[in-house]
C-alpha cells in the first residue's frame, strides 16, 4: 500500500512537488492531494486578475522571473513551458531595466535597460497556462490514483493519530459548526509560510497525554516575524522575516500622446531609491494588448518594503478610504517619476484594484533548499528555502519543491533540517531579482523608531527590576546603552 501524502499550499513550490511525486512516483505512493486557499485558481504569487465585466488583466504579483543558470533543471523546464506556449522569452530586455535617479536631478527618473545576459521569461495569460499545466501534471495520471485539488479549502489543524498518521482538519477546534475532517495522510508538505504556517505547526502535536510537538524543528523554522530591517539586524534574526508590500492596479484611460509614450516606454522597470514605488509594469504592453487597448493602459504598481509597513490594514478587508488613498499615493508617484504633470493619470483612472500582500518578500533565506523530518512524516518547502546566494524566486520555489519530493521518493530516513538564517542579497519587489537593486537598508527614521521602542521596553523592564531590588532608577548612560545594544 502506497503513501498519501498532503500537500497544503498550491503555489509554485507545492505544486512542484505534487507535480514531481506524481510524475515519478510508482507503488511509493498511493495519492497526492493538494489543499490551496484560492478562490479561482491555484499558483500563489504567480497569479494575476481579470475583471470579468471591463476585460482588464493585471498581473497582480510575479511580473516575470529569471533564469541564472541555462544548465539548470529548471532552465530546461521554462524552455519546455515556451514550446507549450505557457512563456515566452523575453528578446527584447530593451523593454525592461531600472528607472533611477538622473545625477544632480532628484526629482527626475531615467530609464536604464538590462545589460546582463539573464534569460527572463513572461506570459501573455498571467501565468495562468503555467501553473495549470502543473495542476494537470497532479491530476492527468492512471485512473486508479486518487491525486485531486481541493480549493478553496484552509487547512487548520493537523493531529498524530493512533494509527501514526496526520488527521487534517479546517480547525482544531471540534465544537464548532464547521469543523470538518480533511482526511488521513501519511505524510504531509507544508508549502507556505508566516503565521500561517508556523500556527498550523503548533497543532502538529501526539495523541498522548503530554501532546508534545511532533516536530519542535520544523515548528521553530516555521517561526517568522514581519516587518523591515536594516541589513545589520537581519544577520542577527534567527527566523524568516517578511515584508508587505502593495500591488496597485489601474486602467488609465483618455491619455494624450505625450502621456501614452512616457508610460509606453517600456513593459517593466523597477524604481529605485524610491520609498513608495518599487516597480511599475505596463500589463497591456507585455501582453500583447496594445493595438487592442487603444488609449487604455493596465498597469501594475508594487510598493516598497517601507511603504507596506507605513500602510497597513487588514488585507482580507481593505477599507474602501484606505484603498483610496493607497491608489492616489501610487499613482501620483508613478506620474511623477515619469515626469507626467499632476493629476494627469490619478484624474483618468477608469478601473482599480489594491491588493495588499501581507507576506510578500522574505528578506532572510534558510540557507537550506527544503525541510524533511522522517520521524514525524512531514516536510516543508517555499521560495524562501534556498542557499544564501540566491534570493527567494519562482525558481526557488520549484527547485524547494523538486528536492523535497525526491527525498519522499527516495523514503529517506535521514533528517533534513538545519537552517542557517541570512538575509538576502536582492529583493526588488516580489521575487524579482534585479541587477544594480540591491536590497537597500529602510531609511533612518524607520531603523530609530525600531531601536526606539526596544530601548523604551527595555529601559521599562530595567527600571521595573530595580525599583523591585531598591537600586537607584537607571541613569541616562544605562538607557543610551540599551538602546544601542539592543535590534529589533
Not at 495542476?135 to 490514483?145: F, G, N, W, Y
Not at 511532533?214 to 521553530?220: D, H, M, Q, R, V
Not at 514605488?277 to 501582453?287: R, S
Amino acid at each position: 500500500m502506497g503513501k498519501k501524502i498532503a500537500i497544503i499550499g498550491g503555489g509554485v513550490s507545492g505544486l512542484a512537488c505534487a507535480q514531481r511525486l506524481a510524475a515519478e512516483s510508482e507503488s511509493s505512493i498511493d495519492s497526492i492531494v493538494v489543499f490551496d486557499t484560492g478562490n479561482r485558481t491555484c499558483g500563489g504569487r504567480i497569479s494575476s486578475r481579470m475583471d470579468k465585466q471591463s476585460g482588464y488583466e493585471f498581473d497582480h504579483a510575479a511580473q516575470y522571473f529569471s533564469v541564472k543558470d541555462n544548465k539548470t533543471e529548471f532552465a530546461e523546464y521554462c524552455r519546455e513551458a515556451t514550446k507549450r506556449g505557457e512563456l515566452y522569452a523575453i528578446d527584447d530586455l530593451s523593454r525592461y531595466g531600472i528607472l533611477m535617479r538622473e545625477e544632480d536631478k532628484q526629482q527626475h527618473y531615467v530609464f536604464r535597460r538590462f545589460e546582463d545576459e539573464l534569460v527572463r521569461y513572461a506570459s501573455k495569460d498571467g501565468f495562468r497556462a503555467f501553473i495549470k499545466h502543473l495542476e494537470e501534471s497532479v491530476l492527468d495520471v492512471a485512473s486508479d490514483r486518487k491525486n485531486r485539488i481541493e480549493r478553496p479549502q484552509w487547512v487548520g489543524s493537523m493531529q498524530k493519530t493512533n494509527s501514526n498518521t496526520w488527521l487534517l482538519a479546517n480547525t482544531q477546534d471540534r465544537s464548532r459548526k464547521n469543523y470538518r475532517e480533511l482526511g488521513e495522510y501519511d505524510f504531509v508538505v507544508i508549502a507556505h509560510n508566516g503565521k500561517c504556517a508556523f500556527n498550523l505547526m503548533k497543532t502538529a502535536v501526539n495523541n498522548n497525554a503530554e501532546k508534545k510537538n511532533e516536530s519542535p524543528k520544523i515548528l521553530s523554522a516555521l517561526k517568522a516575524s514581519f516587518g523591515i530591517k536594516t541589513r545589520e539586524a537581519l544577520y542577527k534574526k534567527r527566523e524568516l522575516v517578511l515584508s508587505s508590500i502593495w500591488s496597485a492596479n489601474v486602467a488609465i484611460g483618455n491619455l494624450d500622446e505625450d502621456t501614452m509614450q512616457k508610460l509606453d516606454a517600456f513593459d517593466g522597470a523597477h524604481v529605485i531609491e524610491n520609498e513608495s514605488l518599487a516597480y511599475i509594469g505596463n500589463n497591456t504592453l507585455k501582453k500583447k494588448k496594445k493595438d487592442e487597448m487603444n488609449s487604455i493602459r493596465e498597469i501594475t504598481l508594487l510598493s516598497t518594503p517601507v511603504y507596506g509597513k507605513r500602510n497597513k490594514c487588514p488585507q482580507e478587508a481593505i477599507p474602501a478610504a484606505f484603498a483610496d488613498k493607497v491608489q492616489l499615493d501610487l499613482v501620483t508617484e508613478l506620474g511623477r517619476t515619469l515626469g507626467i504633470a499632476p493629476n494627469v493619470l490619478s484624474n483618468n483612472v477608469v478601473f482599480s484594484k489594491m491588493q495588499l500582500w501581507g507576506a510578500a518578500n522574505g528578506l532572510t533565506v534558510a540557507n537550506n533548499e527544503y525541510l524533511f523530518d522522517a520521524n514525524a512524516s512531514v516536510g516543508v518547502c517555499g521560495d524562501w528555502l534556498t542557499t544564501d546566494d540566491q534570493s527567494p524566486s519562482v525558481e526557488t520555489a520549484m527547485r524547494s519543491g523538486w528536492r523535497l519530493a525526491e527525498a519522499l521518493l527516495h523514503e529517506s530516513t535521514e533528517n533534513h533540517l538545519q537552517v542557517n538564517w541570512k538575509p538576502v542579497q536582492n529583493a526588488s519587489a516580489l521575487g524579482l531579482t534585479v541587477p544594480g537593486a540591491d536590497l537597500p537598508d529602510p531609511p533612518p527614521e524607520e531603523a530609530d523608531d525600531a531601536k526606539n521602542a526596544a530601548g523604551k521596553k527595555t529601559s521599562r523592564n530595567t527600571q521595573q527590576r530595580r525599583k523591585r531590588a531598591r537600586k537607584p532608577p537607571v541613569t541616562a548612560t544605562t538607557t543610551m546603552f540599551a538602546r544601542a545594544s539592543i535590534r529589533v
